[in-house]
């Protein structure tokens, strides 16, 4: 059986303040004293207002800093390395070879979403170096410290601690 | 300084567009219920945006590339432009209280748009399938369904990739910094619109109000410079605001158009605009082939296109084994998870809080407005979709709510605002003499 007496604490100040203050002026007529009604709830709507302006105020000299930055700078500070070595140093390479594949070994989940995207055209797989066994295509990147896993290959680019392999007899 | 300049030719540039192309759209469907001249201008810019990637899409269907079609829209509409009458502007002038207060909202806007610009877009969603599409857009100079399958979600529409694809060319290479001050720069045109629209309806003091209360709601401005910057949920919150205050003023036409965009911007969008278009179909006989006409052109064409794809959207139907679910349960987990959400003053203040009282306060009223039904009509109609999403998702219902309800609560939140402002600061006079003129 429900049980009514359990209604506002279920629905809590807001949502009983909004039918009381809607029948409070279905009751109250005159404005000077319906404004008492909502005079409450303006102030907190002030007090919102308010506090939200001082935490961005205090965040302002923070945000100059960052700001006061150059665009590449600004990408790197969030993405690290990934704009100079896939966008700016593997990118121009595979297109110039006409690559359409290329293996990328070693990778954690948000640097696979970087990789697939300055990469584009050129579609991207994900490699696990420890396992044996899986197919890599002819072309792949990976860190200098893995690069002894892998078939023999020639370097045609490297950049920040990553190289560009194209694999001897690779598919 | 060189940092903003970088940014300043693209971003002004593209802006200068999509002034042209909003004005010539703002000028013929506002005649008979003229704008202040700063609305206009925005509104002509917020609305531009929109049409050119739009006209962008277009140009792409037909072969042409991306980077072409912007500036042969550019040209061409400039010429349409130069032909068309001037548009009457409304005649206001400022107080001094007013020019004030601009200025505090500018500062608070600034500082948002600083740090729009400080950062790349950096939201998992951001980084995963809307700045990639922004990045295929500009390598392959066209629409590609092969680009955007690779990137997830195929299905979402293109305004938010389009406009930072648009960047990209103009920057002449992948700068996510210049595609966030574009986007930042199009959604401070939605909402200085807003504040214009705020100074010309209401009396000063409540003008400040409902303008500073919208700018200081924490989950629109992380979507504006924060951490969900550079995704689409707020430009489809914006679409609507802007519907719903033209809706408000009887400009009954600027509103629909600016509602059919809503798909236009993410794939919630489309039961949203078909439910403002369908209420106004019903209650608007005089606007039935307008409305039309008008889904025909911005709505059906993006629509069709990906329903012509070989998409695999199998992923949201998995209702295998699901139906030994109780309904019931899940269904009254998702109303508890508005219910709180709409709650929440850290993050909505006391929007929704406004917005029921205000309706419930003026019911009478709102049922015999054609506008205000129709706009409530709607936003009842989202909510209800949202609650059936919630009841009857695959995924695990508690981890899917938690990720989507405050950005769902953003495309509702800011029309609920208006309609709150609308219903409390005007007068009831004021509000039936637009009843009067709903035929526009």
């Given amino acids: 059986m429900f049980e009514f007496s359990a209604l506002p604490s279920l629905l809590g100040w807001f949502y009983v303040s909004i039918f009381v203050v809607a029948a409070g002026c279905a009751v109250v007529r005159r404005l000077p004293v319906r404004r008492f009604l909502f005079l409450p709830f303006v102030v907190l709507t002030l007090y919102g207002i308010v506090s939200i302006h001082t935490q961005e105020w205090f965040a302002v000299s923070n945000t100059w800093k960052e700001w006061n930055q150059s665009s590449r700078s600004k990408m790197d500070n969030y993405s690290g390395t990934y704009r100079a070595q896939y966008l700016e140093t593997f990118y121009p390479v595979l297109e110039k070879q006409g690559v359409e594949f290329v293996s990328v070994a070693d990778v954690d989940p948000r640097e696979f979403l970087y990789v697939r995207m300055y990469l584009y055209p050129i579609l991207v797989r994900s490699v696990d170096t420890k396992e044996k066994d899986q197919p890599i295509d002819r072309f792949v990147i990976v860190s200098k410290k893995s690069m002894d896993v892998l078939p023999r290959g020639e370097v045609l680019a490297e950049s920040e601690g990553k190289v560009l392999l194209q694999l001897i007899g690779g598919e | ?440």
């Fill in chain 2, 1 to 440: 300084m060189t940092a903003v300049f970088e940014l300043m030719y693209s971003v002004l540039l593209a802006a200068i567009v999509y002034w042209v192309v909003g004005f010539v759209f703002v000028s013929r469907l506002t005649r008979q219920r003229p704008l202040s001249k700063l609305e206009f201008g925005l509104q002509s810019i917020f609305l531009g945006a929109f049409g050119t990637s739009l006209v962008q899409f277009f140009g792409s269907l037909m072969g042409i590339g991306l980077l072409e079609t912007f500036f042969a829209t550019g040209v061409g509409f400039l010429v349409l432009l130069l032909r068309s009458r001037p548009a009457k502007a409304f005649p206001r002038r400022s107080s001094l209280f007013e020019r004030f207060s601009w200025i505090l909202l500018g500062v608070s806007l600034g500082f948002l748009g600083m740090r729009a610009t400080a950062a790349p877009m950096y939201t998992w969603d951001a980084v995963a399938f809307w700045t990639p599409k922004m990045v295929a857009l500009w390598r392959d100079n066209a629409v590609n369904i092969d680009g955007l399958k690779y990137f997830n979600h195929p299905e979402y529409p293109l305004f938010v990739p389009l406009t930072g694809a648009t960047q990209f060319f103009l920057q002449g290479w992948p700068n996510h910094i210049a595609a966030k001050a574009s986007l930042f720069f199009v959604a401070a045109a939605g909402l200085l619109t807003f504040f214009a629209w705020c100074w010309r309806t209401f009396p000063p003091l409540k003008a400040f109000f409902w303008s500073v209360l919208l700018l200081s709601l924490f989950v629109l401005r992380d979507h504006v410079g924060g951490e969900y910057a550079g995704t689409a949920d707020l430009f489809v919150g914006l679409v609507a605001l802007l519907g719903t205050l033209r809706i408000l003023e009887g400009n009954w036409r600027l509103g629909l158009v600016q509602l059919a965009f809503l798909p236009w911007v993410k794939s919630e969008g489309l039961v949203f605009a078909g439910s403002f278009l369908a209420a106004a179909f019903l209650f608007q006989p005089l606007l039935r082939r307008f409305i039309i006409i008008l889904s025909s052109v911005i709505i059906l064409p993006w629509q069709a296109f990906i329903r012509a794809q070989p998409i695999d959207t199998s992923q949201y139907f998995k209702f295998d084994e699901i139906y030994a679910r109780s309904w019931l349960e899940y269904a009254a987990y998702s109303v508890h998870a508005f219910r709180e959400e709409f709650r929440q003053l850290t993050k909505w203040n006391m929007t929704f809080w406004w917005g029921a009282v205000a309706v419930l306060t003026h019911l009478r009223e709102v049922v015999q407005h054609t506008g205000m039904r129709v706009i409530v009509l709607a936003l009842l109609a989202q909510l209800v979709v949202y609650l059936f999403v919630f009841t009857v998702t695959p995924e695990e219902q508690a981890s899917f709510i938690a990720a989507a309800v405050s950005r769902l609560s953003l495309h509702l939140a800011p029309s609920v605002l208006a309609l709150a402002a609308w219903l409390f600061s005007t007068t009831k006079r004021e509000r039936t003499d637009e009843i009067s003129n709903q035929k526009s």
